[in-house]
């Protein structure tokens, strides 16, 4: 079986976990690379690109609200556990695939998902294991969280957890950057793309209470002694900064190296010409 590539992108609600797959599924095809676009949510409506394998064929939100008469959030868990008792479903819809192609999973925004429930990391153990494919994970935070610095140490600690969980190649995203152009400088953004705890601390302080101080630094230290999160930014309408973020992707999956050397098509016709001789 080939070898394969796939990119789950994760993030908690609202933070453009679509708008960015519908940028990059854009910038893929614009640049005649093979792609295929899985949707995930079972609550999702509105795509502008048609998903080629959507979990709603197999479940809808719903239907499981309706008939376990859960709330959103136990129906989102209900349906990720059904569609783990029927990968065989999403085997089928996979298909065999190719090497040149990057699959796409856009995920819910449920953040139990990737913190503390085992659904998605049983999930990439079965990509990984039944598909043989090299994945990648991309988790988004809204850029408008470095204007709350709560929100902030928040984003930092989810986006953490999920590195942890997954144990897969990952990188981490400030998207909607167009939100805060005008609020943030980007000499203070750089203390929020790569976090300076001890600086962070300082805002921390200033903006909550005094018996939380100490909450704070114990936050802070953890996230200083893992020393695994930074951001890239995303503006998910500018094609050059998905250009970015895409070169970052390719790198922790190892894209390049699996793809066969190519001619082009002048090399091609002097080969021709020089077996006709």
């Not at 390719?250 to 090399?267: A, G, K, V």
Request: hydrophobic letters at 40%; charged letters at 30%.
């Amino acid at each position: 079986m080939t070898n394969r590539f796939g990119l789950l992108v994760l993030g908690p609600a609202g933070c453009g976990k679509t708008t960015f797959c519908s940028a990059l599924i854009s910038y893929l095809r614009d640049s005649k690379r093979a792609c295929k676009y899985v949707n995930l949510d079972p609550a999702a409506e509105d795509f502008e690109y048609e998903p080629d394998v959507d979990i709603k064929d197999l479940i809808s939100l719903d239907d499981v609200m309706e008939e376990m008469s859960l709330g959103p959030n136990g129906g989102l868990i209900a349906c990720f556990e059904f569609l783990l008792d029927n990968l065989d479903w999403l085997d089928e819809e996979l298909g065999e695939g190719d090497e040149e192609s990057l699959v796409v999973f856009d995920c819910p925004g449920q953040i139990e998902l990737y913190s503390h429930i085992p659904v998605l990391p049983t999930l990439t153990k079965h990509l990984q294991q039944h598909h043989s494919f090299s994945l990648c994970a991309s988790y988004l935070i809204e850029s408008t969280f470095v204007v709350d610095r709560a929100k902030y140490f928040a984003g930092t600690l989810s986006a953490m957890s999920a590195m942890i969980m997954l144990e897969i190649p990952h990188i981490n995203i400030l998207s909607k950057m167009d939100l805060v152009k005008k609020q943030i400088t980007k000499r203070e953004m750089k203390r929020f793309v790569d976090p300076d705890p001890n600086l962070l601390l300082e805002d921390a302080r200033k903006d909550t209470n005094e018996k939380f101080w100490k909450l704070n630094e114990k936050v802070v230290d953890l996230i200083e002694d893992f020393s695994m999160v930074s951001y890239l930014k995303l503006e998910a309408g500018d094609e050059d900064s998905v250009a970015a973020i895409l070169s970052y992707i390719d790198d922790c999956l190892q894209w390049s190296e699996h793809q066969e050397p190519r001619m082009r098509d002048d090399d091609e016709g002097v080969r021709d010409e020089e077996l006709e001789g």
